[in-house]
Nanobody, 129 residues
Framework: QVQLLESGGGLVQAGEALRLLCAASERTFNRYARGWFRQAPGKEREFGAAIRWSGGSTVYADSVKGRFTISRDTAKNTVDLQMNSLKPEDTAVYYC??????????????????????WGQGTQVTVSS
């Protein structure tokens, strides 16, 4: 059974924008911290952005800060990633993730893959120059 499902990836020109969506199969995910990671060919999976389950505060990697925005819609049980000013180096498979821990952690915690225990299958984003 699919519990997290990403959509919205595609091919765009540098400087353009995309919005990724992550749908959760169960309402319980509304009380989980959520994150977005990405993985380019030959590279390790890297953290992009996260949003805490309580309060909605956000965390961003330096590589995307100021360009990407993570947000959640509790009514729709979705999380999105608005990606503006896209660059060719943003090309990667983007993965949605969730952490079932309900504690409030410092920002560094959300950079770690081990913080998350649910993952989607990924959606491809390609940015051409």
């Amino acid at each position: 059974q699919v519990q997290l499902l990403e959509s919205g990836g595609g091919l765009v020109q540098a400087g353009e924008a995309l919005r990724l969506l992550c749908a959760a199969s169960e309402r319980t995910f509304n009380r989980y911290a959520r994150g977005w990671f990405r993985q380019a060919p030959g590279k390790e999976r890297e953290f992009g952005a996260a949003i805490r389950w309580s309060g909605g505060s956000t965390v961003y990697a330096d590589s995307v800060k100021g360009r990407f925005t993570i947000s959640r819609d509790t009514a729709k049980n979705t999380v999105d990633l608005q990606m503006n000013s896209l660059k060719p180096e943003d090309t990667a498979v983007y993965y949605c993730a969730a952490s079932s821990s309900r504690r409030y952690y410092s920002d560094y915690y959300y950079f770690q893959l081990t913080a998350y225990d649910y993952w989607g299958q990924g959606t491809q984003v390609t940015v051409s120059s």
